[in-house]
């Protein structure tokens, strides 16, 4: 690590805790104490004694419960430190729509995408043939091969998605198949679509063109394996049509008010909330102050930190929709007899993480300071400038793959362990460790320590020209090593 960057950081002056950005050696002075204990990087140290039950506090905000004595210098982990969340709350309304306007003298610079006939604009020009039911899912793959190497260097690519759902499903669920289905095949990367059906699932073709919304549906070519003779070769047929149709789209100049990116963090460590989810923050507020449009979801890892994000509410009504959503997802959890708190992965614990409330202080710093603009279920488009907070869980797969189904064109992806996945729109992952990044080059698109050492305008500044590169076109490390899927919340019976 670069010998100006310093050795554990308070994040807030209240803070009770200090993060190790190095391995730490038991007898170290640092911040005015003698550490007792070695202290791995990521992970926290305590800055104060504390008594059995005091609170800890991180991020200037409680991260949980000491369940025995620990004293200054002594790391702070799973052993001595618990969550505080039980359920359901009732949230107190500040001032809805006094969310605090964003400065935008800053123009950002533009970039070069697809426009579209509803008023949005794409980052790739491209053809994804999505499947009604698992059983038509590898007849999907092969017909995507095989209409790739027809077309290769013609448009951006053909891709098929792939899921094992759209039959067994009932009531809800079946919704949110059909939910997200139709949310993708609306997507501005998305130039056509081949809807590729069984015949006999509960996922018929009918109801899930319905679902898509009217002015859409010019781009969709539909097609049911059991009522066809020769499915592939029909299903090819289709695809060279829709192939055809896209390739007359070309690149313009566009403004940033023509974007619109999810947030995401997944593999989560104790730089996180350091390094990477607050370059996402300054980005969002960056984005939102010139008009675009951000999508955060993985509501079950704000818990604990939702109130900020909740003072920062465009209006009531927003405010009402969002409170109702959390308590929504919270009683989710309840009714399975599970705790709303069991959330960090052993990853998580790994990297230096230890309650759900320190985990989700350093998920929500990816909205940054933007307004909290809409509210939306699950499927549904994001239509407004600002935050839109979209009903998913936290899952990588599941919560990427609504945040494209809701429109946004790039994923923005912060981890600190790494994972190779991508999804359906291009997905920069942003490393929070220079470590990580070293190590999985073929995995990691941009570096976020940078920012501990370089500070974070030029990191910002670095992290604004990469985005905007992308989504002219640049491919991501998961996107060269054909790293694309979908994953489809799953919450009901199957028969």
């Known amino acids: 690590m670069p010998t100006n960057i310093p050795s554990s950081l308070r994040i807030h002056p209240h803070d009770t805790v200090a993060v190790a950005l190095r391995p730490l050696s038991a007898g170290e002075n640092l911040c005015g104490l003698v550490l007792r204990e070695d202290i791995a990087q990521g992970h926290k140290f305590a800055l104060v004694d504390h008594a059995r039950a005091n609170t ?32 359901e709350l009732i949230y107190t309304a500040g001032r809805p729509g006094q969310a605090a306007a964003l400065d935008s003298a800053s123009p950002v610079a533009t970039w070069r995408g697809y426009p579209r006939a509803d008023g949005r604009a794409g980052t790739r020009n491209e053809v994804w043939i999505l499947p009604t039911v698992g059983c038509v899912g590898i007849t999907a793959e092969q017909i995507a091969r095989e209409a790739q190497a027809r077309h290769a260097g013609v448009i951006d690519g053909i891709h098929a998605f792939t899921h094992p759902h759209g039959c067994s499903q009932l009531g809800d669920d079946l919704a949110g198949t059909r939910a997200v289905l ?3 095949a609306v997507s501005p990367n998305a130039a056509g679509v081949l809807l590729l059906g069984l015949g006999c699932e509960s996922n018929q073709l009918g109801r899930l063109v319905e679902a898509v ?9 539909v097609l049911s394996s059991q009522s066809a003779g020769d499915e592939i070769a029909e299903a090819g047929r289709l695809v060279d049509e829709l192939v055809e149709q896209a390739a007359t789209s ?16 997944g593999g989560s460590d104790g730089f996180s909330g350091l390094t990477a989810n607050p370059l996402l923050g300054r980005f969002s507020e960056t984005l939102s102050a010139a008009g675009g449009r ?17 003072d920062r509410s465009a209006s009531r009504e927003v405010f009402d929709r969002a409170a109702g959503l959390v308590n929504r997802f919270k009683r ?132 604004m020209a990469r985005v905007l590169a992308v989504a002219s076109g640049e491919a991501t490390a998961a996107e060269r090593s054909g790293q694309r899927a979908i994953a489809v919340w799953k919450r009901g019976v199957t028969l």
Do not use: M
Request: glycine share 10%; with cysteine; charged share 15%.
């Open 56 to 87: 800890v506090i991180k991020y200037g905000q409680l991260i949980g419960h000491a369940t025995q004595a620990i004293r200054a210098g002594e790391h702070v982990h799973v052993h001595n430190l618990v969550s505080a969340l039980a359920g």
């Open 182 to 184: 139709a949310g993708l």
């Open 213 to 221: 919304p009217e002015h859409a549906r010019a781009k969709l070519r």
């Open 250 to 265: 070309r690149r313009e100049d566009l403004p940033a008010s023509a974007l619109t990116v999810g947030l995401k963090c």
């Open 294 to 310: 951000v999508i955060l979801t993985e509501i079950p890892e704000i818990f604990g930190a939702e109130q900020a994000l909740l």
């Open 332 to 463: 989710y959890y309840l009714d399975q007899g599970l705790p709303v708190s069991e959330n960090p992965s052993p990853g998580n614990l790994a990297g230096g993480i230890t309650t759900l409330e320190e985990k989700s202080l350093g998920a929500v710093q990816k909205a940054g300071s933007a307004p909290l603009a809409d509210v939306l279920d699950y499927g549904n488009q994001a239509a407004r400038a600002g935050i839109s907070l979209l009903e998913a869980p936290g899952n990588d797969a599941v919560s990427s793959t609504a945040l494209a189904a809701s429109g946004a064109t790039i994923v923005l992806f912060t981890t600190g362990r790494g994972t190779p996945l991508g999804f359906p729109v291009p997905t920069i992952k942003i490393a929070s460790n220079r470590a990580l990044a070293e190590a999985k080059p073929h995995w990691i698109d941009f570096d976020a320590s940078q920012a501990l050492e370089d500070g974070p305008a030029t990191a910002d500044a670095a992290f």
